[in-house]
């Protein structure tokens, strides 16, 4: 997804998008009550349009208290693969690199979290459907 069409779909979860400091190890979080996404602002593009599609996660299920919660963490974690990947694109690059994580990252110019995400995700979705 371009990164216009994905700055569209955060704002119509939140009031706004800021990129400014955060404190070591915080890359992004969704503010509820000031109805914002906070990017730290030393992030690579292919950084930010990950956390900012992880941080879409949260503002669509109005969570609150951070990071803190593994399970919440997973979700959001796997509707930014899903925002982000388009699933012909993944067969491919995961038959063109072998299952290698960074090299399909490289190619699908994501995360390699979020290509573990979109794999945990599809792996869940043929348990349910086989
Ligand atoms: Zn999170």
């Known amino acids: 997804m371009d990164d216009g069409v994905l700055e569209a779909v955060a704002l119509r979860w939140v009031r706004r998008i800021c990129d400014r400091p955060l404190p070591a190890g915080l890359e992004g979080v969704y503010d509820a009550e000031r109805d914002e996404i906070v990017l730290s602002d030393r992030l690579s593009p292919i950084q930010r349009r990950c956390v900012l599609a992880h941080e879409i996660s949260h503002a669509r299920h109005h969570d609150v208290g951070g990071h803190g ?29 072998g299952g290698d994580v960074c090299a399909m990252a490289r190619e699908l110019t994501v995360m390699p979290w979020t290509v573990r995400a979109y794999r945990e995700w599809l792996h869940d979705n043929a348990a349910i459907h086989r």
């Open 69 to 97: 919660d593994a399970v919440t963490e997973r979700r959001a974690d796997i509707d930014a693969a899903r925002i982000l990947i388009d699933m012909g694109e993944y067969v491919t690059a995961e038959i063109v690199y």
